[in-house]
C-alpha cells in the first residue's frame, strides 16, 4: 500500500475518523407515525363533537335519511333550517325509547346507544318527507307542492287530547319531554 494512502478499514488520511452519515430522510420514522396519531385523533374529535357522540337530549340533528345505508347525522344548532330531529332521549342500545312516536336511530361501535328523535318543528313548519319511511324531513314553504304534512299546534303535554278542535289528521305524542304535534297531512 503506498504511503499516506488510509487502508480501506483504517482512518481516512489525517487521523480522524468521520462521524457516520445520517440519513436525510431518518427524522420521517418519527414524524410519520406523530402525524397518523395527531390526524387520527383530531377526526375523532371533530366526529365526536359534531356527530352524535356527544349528543344528548334536547340537542338537534340533521338527518337525511332514516336508514342503515344513510350518512351518519349532525348535531347542528336547533334553529338552523337543516336541524330536522331533536332528541328526546338517548338510551343504552338495548333499551327502550320512552313512551311515544319517536323516530330512532341506533348508533353501535365501543359505545351503542340509541337516539330517540322528536320531529323540530314550530307552528306552522311545512315538511316534505314526511310521509317516506326512510327520507329525513326537509322544511320546505307551505305553498311547495312536495309538502306532505303542516304543523297546526304545539301542545307542551303528551296527550292527543291538545289537538282537539283543530284541522289536525296526525298526532304525534311524545313522553320525554312531554310534547304533542298536531299536523295536517296532505292527502
Known amino acids: 500500500m503506498p504511503v499516506g494512502q488510509p487502508d480501506a478499514f483504517g482512518p481516512p488520511p489525517g487521523g480522524q475518523p468521520m462521524a457516520p452519515k445520517r440519513s436525510k430522510i431518518g427524522w420521517l420514522r418519527f414524524a410519520i407515525p406523530v402525524l397518523v396519531v395527531l390526524i387520527g385523533g383530531g377526526l375523532f374529535l371533530f366526529n365526536y363533537f359534531t356527530g352524535t357522540?356527544?349528543?344528548?337530549?334536547?340537542?338537534?340533528?340533521?338527518?337525511?335519511?332514516?336508514?342503515?345505508?344513510?350518512?351518519?347525522?349532525?348535531?347542528?344548532?336547533?334553529?338552523?333550517?337543516?336541524?330536522?330531529?331533536?332528541?328526546?332521549?338517548?338510551?343504552?342500545?338495548?333499551?327502550?325509547?320512552?313512551?311515544?312516536?319517536?323516530?330512532?336511530?341506533s348508533m353501535t361501535g365501543r359505545m351503542s346507544y340509541k337516539l330517540c328523535l322528536i320531529i323540530n318543528v314550530k307552528q306552522g313548519d311545512c315538511l316534505k318527507g314526511f310521509k317516506s319511511d326512510t327520507a329525513g324531513y326537509q322544511k320546505?314553504?307551505?305553498?311547495?307542492?312536495?309538502?306532505?304534512?303542516?304543523?297546526?299546534?304545539?301542545a307542551n303535554a303528551a296527550d292527543k287530547?291538545?289537538?282537539?278542535?283543530?284541522?289536525?289528521?296526525?298526532?304525534?305524542?311524545?313522553?320525554?319531554?312531554?310534547?304533542?304535534?298536531?299536523?295536517k297531512t296532505a292527502e
Not at 65 to 88: L, M, Q, T, W, Y
Open 53 to 105: 357522540g356527544s349528543a344528548q337530549a334536547g340537542d338537534c340533528l340533521s338527518v337525511t335519511e332514516f336508514s342503515r345505508k344513510a350518512d351518519d347525522p349532525k348535531k347542528i344548532d336547533c334553529g338552523a333550517p337543516e336541524a330536522n330531529v331533536k332528541i328526546g332521549a338517548r338510551v343504552a342500545g338495548d333499551e327502550s325509547c320512552p313512551e311515544g312516536d319517536y323516530d330512532t336511530i
Open 140 to 154: 320546505v314553504s307551505c305553498t311547495d307542492p312536495a309538502k306532505d304534512a303542516e304543523l297546526v299546534k304545539i
Open 161 to 183: 287530547a291538545s289537538c282537539e278542535g283543530t284541522e289536525a289528521t296526525l298526532v304525534a305524542t311524545y313522553s320525554t319531554p312531554p310534547t304533542t304535534l298536531c299536523l
